[in-house]
T-cell receptor, first 112, second 111 residues
Framework: DAKTTQPNSMESNEEEPVHLPCNHSTISGTDYIHWYRQLPSQGPEYVIHGLTSNVNNRMASLAIAEDRKSSTLILHRATLRDAAVYYCILRGLNSGNTPLVFGKGTRLSVIA | EAGVTQSPTHLIKTRGQQVTLRCSPISGHTSVYWYQQALGLGLQFLLWYDEGEERNRGNFPPRFSGRQFPNYSSELNVNALELEDSALYLC??????????FGDGTRLSIL
């Protein structure tokens, strides 16, 4: 699975939108972009994934650049509960159910 | 639907001892993964079981081993414990190409 680059940390005010960037300049045409997050004292949880088009679900939105070399996870209104480490992970189409490769992720702090 | 459950939640052992950690996957999930999250080292893949077989292992010594039972639950065994084995051990499960679901882990402390 190709490598991703994320900022070490970010800070947001509560109820403001948060844009978490991820660079993946070596992404291949069949790599999916996955996001997981890990809240304090919990295991990681799946957030969202996409291939080319922007994706929305109840947790977040994923905006994917046209050249697919970068993507942004968008939390529309940050809450204190969103404080976590966010991981951007590339998964090849043929990765199937192989293990995830985690980088260091971005630690998001939310200020009340 | 019950999530991935792990036991015990916390464990304290001494160097040289052996430990067994347990994981029950989400009902219907056939793949189980073990990850280690040591302080400062991030999440590292340990072992992957699918349909009762070991499919892959990460860069860990042979004293880390495990198995998957016919009901798809899994055990992780660590022999000859060392201080650097102190970590959070996370289990995840999935079915096919679906996202992985994680338990909240077992915190292992080695004295």
């Amino acid at each position: 699975d190709a490598k991703t680059t994320q900022p070490n940390s970010m800070e947001s005010n509560e109820e403001e939108p948060v844009h978490l960037p991820c660079n993946h300049s070596t992404i291949s045409g069949t790599d999916y972009i996955h996001w997981y997050r890990q809240l304090p004292s919990q295991g990681p949880e799946y957030v969202i994934h996409g291939l080319t088009s922007n994706v929305n679900n109840r947790m977040a939105s994923l905006a994917i650049a046209e050249d697919r070399k970068s993507s942004t996870l968008i939390l529309h209104r940050a809450t204190l509960r969103d404080a976590a480490v966010y991981y951007c992970i590339l998964r090849g189409l043929n990765s199937g159910n192989t293990p995830l490769v985690f980088g260091k992720g971005t630690r998001l702090s939310v200020i009340a | 639907e019950a999530g991935v459950t792990q036991s015990p939640t916390h464990l304290i052992k001494t160097r040289g001892q052996q430990v067994t950690l347990r994981c029950s996957p989400i009902s219907g999930h056939t793949s189980v993964y073990w990850y280690q999250q040591a302080l400062g080292l991030g999440l590292q893949f340990l072992l992957w079981y699918d349909e009762g077989e070991e499919r892959n292992r990460g860069n860990f010594p042979p004293r880390f081993s495990g198995r998957q039972f016919p009901n798809y639950s899994s055990e992780l065994n660590v022999n000859a414990l060392e201080l650097e084995d102190s970590a959070l051990y996370l289990c995840a499960s999935s079915l096919g190409y679906q996202p992985q679901h994680f338990g909240d882990g077992t915190r292992l402390s080695i004295l």
